[in-house]
């Protein structure tokens, strides 16, 4: 089944301690994402790799590090959770080209208690 | 800056009637427009893009650049359609930067 693909679903933590979510595509594509929807569904861009190089880094504490082992893949490790962390976090993917269609993940929902 | 608005949080219909969500941007250069849609308990996916001039699921969408909007219609609402809908730009030069609005809940009521 191709798609992309976030584990895990569901992520409840307490403050202080340090997560990973996991994202693999079979899509093929060289570029991949993560977003960041808050209490408010309010979708936000984080990180985007291509190739394995990032491209965009936006404003987002340095505690959220990206990495990607390969061009499948794009983990999201975060050190010292805080509540205000709490969200959905999506991984995507997409061709690198300025109107390849983004498919998304099923989402992470983080829970920072 | 690169904006976009959907200033409805929540729009309400009844099903076999009109329906337009509504989708404003700021940008300067030459955007690519994009609505995408979020069922309950699905992932985001994209519906349509304005560069296809398609129809999807009964959805159009024009890009007016005058008055910089990119509103979403379908003449006959289903149930079907209830979902989250997003509208989304993207700059020149910013592959996959997808400036997202806040996104709008229809709800379609039988």
């Known amino acids: 089944d191709t798609a992309v693909s976030q584990t895990p679903k569901y992520l409840v933590t307490q403050m202080g301690n340090d997560k990973s979510i996991k994202c693999e595509q079979n899509?093929?594509?060289?570029?991949m994402y993560w977003y960041k929807q808050d209490s408010k569904k309010f979708l936000k861009i984080m990180f985007s790799?291509?190739?394995?190089?990032?491209?965009i880094n936006e404003t987002v504490p340095n505690r959220f590090s990206p990495k990607s082992p390969d061009k499948a893949h794009l983990n999201l490790h975060i050190n010292s959770l805080e509540l205000g962390d709490s969200a959905v976090y999506f991984c995507?993917?997409?061709?690198?080209?300025?109107?390849?269609?983004?498919?998304f993940g099923n989402g992470t929902r983080l829970t920072v208690t | 800056a690169q904006r976009v608005t959907q200033p409805e949080k929540l729009l309400s219909v009844f099903k076999g009637a009109p329906v337009e969500l509504k989708c404003n941007y700021s940008?300067?250069?030459?955007?690519?427009l994009f609505w995408y849609v979020q069922y309950s308990r699905q992932r985001l996916q994209l519906l349509l893009r304005?560069?296809s001039r398609e129809s999807i699921k009964g959805f159009t969408a024009d890009l007016n650049k005058g008055e910089t909007s990119f509103h979403l219609k379908k003449p006959f609402a289903q149930e079907e359609d209830s979902a989250m809908y997003y509208c989304?730009?993207?700059?020149?030069?910013?592959?996959?930067?997808?400036?997202f609005g806040k996104g709008t809940k229809l709800s379609v009521k039988p």
């Open positions: 995507a993917s997409s061709e690198w080209i300025r109107n390849s269609p983004l498919h």
């Open positions: 899509l093929g594509h060289d570029t």
């Open positions: 790799y291509n190739n394995k190089e990032l491209i």
């Open positions: 940008y300067s250069g030459s955007p690519e």
């Open positions: 304005h560069i």
């Open positions: 989304a730009l993207s700059g020149l030069g910013s592959q996959g930067n997808l400036i």
